[in-house]
Each structure stands twice: as C-alpha cells, then as structure tokens.
C-alpha cells in the first residue's frame, strides 16, 4: 500500500472520517434544495446564483454555510427579512445525516483490510444514491413528477457504479432495473384496469428502475412491497386529522419508494440473506 493510500486508510478510519462525512452530507444537503426547487421548474440548478424570492438578493457565500447560516439569521433574508423556510435547513440536517449513515454502513463496518480507494469509492458510489433518492422524493412531493432528467442518466450510471464496488453480483444487476421498472409498470396497468384511473406513474417504475440498477432486482422487488406500509402508516391518519377524504386522493407514491429504499440500503443487513445484497 503507497503512503499517500495509507494515509487516507487512516483518515477514513479515524474519527476525522466521521467530520468529513458529516461536512460531507450538509453540503450537499444545501444543494438538494436547489435541486429539489429548481429540477421541479424544470430549471438550471447552477445559474443564476440563488437569491431571495420576495426582494431578489443574491444569497452571500456567508450566507449559505449549511445549517448555521439559517440560524443566525434567525430563518430571515438579510435583504428584507422575509422568512426562509425551515425546510432547508432541515434537508441540510438530512443531507448531514445521510453522510453520517452512509460512512457507518460502507465505511467504519468495512473489513479492516478494506483498501482506501474502495472505501471511499463506497462512501460516494452510496452516499450519490441516498441523495438522489431524496432529491427525487422532494421533487415528487412539490410537483408531483419524478423528472427523466434525473432518472434516464442516473440508472445506468448507478449500474456501472455497482459494478464497480461489487457489493451485487453484476447478473443481479443487469436484471435489477427490469425488475424494478417491470413490476411497477404491472401492477399501475393493472390498477388502471381496477379502478379506471391511474393508480402508480411510471416515474415511480423509473425510480424503481434505478434502485435495482445499484442495489439489484432483489432490493427492487423488497422495497416495492414494503413502501406501502410506510403509506398506510402516514396517509391516512394525515388526511383524516385534516378532515379530508382518504378515498380518490392523488399523493405522490416516489417518497414512500424512496423511504424503503433507504431502509434497504442501510438496514437491508437485518434481513435474512436470500433478501439483501451482498455488503458487509
């Protein structure tokens, strides 16, 4: 092993690995609410810079440090004190919490022989995936799509990637976003024929797709059965305690996807083997 990779075996199993993820996760979390805002609207999430919706100021480097710039502004633009919403901070929490899971599941259980580059490569190839489920999951939640502009490139770049940690046999694989598209593309024809409307979208098949092209069919297949749980979990005592109908309702299904894909990814080990992929 070189020194330079030495050093970073070290960095990453010190508690310095921790810092870095955890840094890691809020900044990127500052970036999914660009993403999750401006995908969405079908706009750049690079230009222009952001800005105060109410009076237009641009948003200063100090300003945007994740998490902290929100409180010290008290959740206030500089500009003209509108109040900025505590959803992102909140994402930015996420972001933070993810970086957080990803290096205890792929990083800091590792075996110890583990190489640098390959924990690392583990810590980003897992850490892109959760926040592109959660970038997703946003989106379907403010504009009720999960765009194609996300999931047509993330599916087969998410393939290669599993390929190369290789956690998941590639025949699984190379079967994974079939199974993923196919099963949810089943049953929203065969909702459709049922109930005359349509039930599940095919950008819920697409996100699916993606799962399975990283995690493989198998995680496709469990994260699709279990999503409805965490539905009938949230929906109806929400609806009811708002007064409204439950029946006929139209609610995005991506985040219930995209929360049992998480708990797949970083709990699938609690399964029994037949059921998760093959990390340590």
């Known amino acids: 092993m070189s020194t330079l990779a030495e050093g970073l075996h070290d960095f990453l199993r010190s508690p310095w690995g921790w810092v870095f993820a955890a840094l890691w996760g809020a900044l990127w979390g500052s970036f999914l609410n660009v993403a999750i805002h401006r995908i969405g609207l079908y706009e750049s999430v690079v230009r222009p810079r952001s800005r105060c919706p109410r009076c237009g100021t641009m948003v200063r480097a100090v300003d945007n440090i994740p998490i902290v710039s929100w409180l010290v502004l008290r959740g206030r633009c500089r500009g003209c004190g509108a109040p900025i919403s505590i959803r992102y901070p909140l994402v930015e929490l996420l972001g933070l919490a993810l970086g957080l899971?990803?290096?205890?599941?792929?990083?800091?259980t590792a075996p110890e022989a583990a190489e640098a580059p390959w924990l690392l490569g583990r810590f980003l190839v897992y850490f892109f995936f959760a926040a592109t489920l959660v970038a997703l999951a946003g989106i379907d939640l403010d504009h009720l799509i999960i765009p194609d502009s996300v999931t047509y490139p993330a599916i087969p770049l998410f393939f290669v990637a599993g390929i190369l940690v290789g956690d998941t046999p590639p025949a699984e694989l190379a079967i994974g976003p079939f199974v993923g598209y196919g099963i949810v593309a089943l049953?929203?024809?065969?909702?459709?024929?049922?109930?005359?409307?349509?039930?599940?979208?095919?950008?819920?098949?697409k996100l699916l797709a993606m799962v399975g092209a990283l995690l493989g069919w198998r995680a496709a297949v469990v994260v699709f059965f279990a999503a409805p749980f965490g539905g009938l979990a949230v929906v109806p005592p929400v609806m009811l305690a708002r007064r409204k109908r439950v029946i006929g309702v139209e609610i995005p299904y991506g985040p219930f996807l995209v929360v049992a894909a998480l708990a797949y990814l970083y709990l699938g080990q609690l399964l029994p083997a037949p059921l998760t992929f093959n990390a340590p």
């Open 101 to 108: 899971a990803t290096y205890w599941r792929f990083v800091a």
């Open 187 to 205: 049953f929203a024809e065969l909702a459709y024929l049922i109930l005359k409307r349509e039930g599940m979208g095919y950008g819920d098949a």
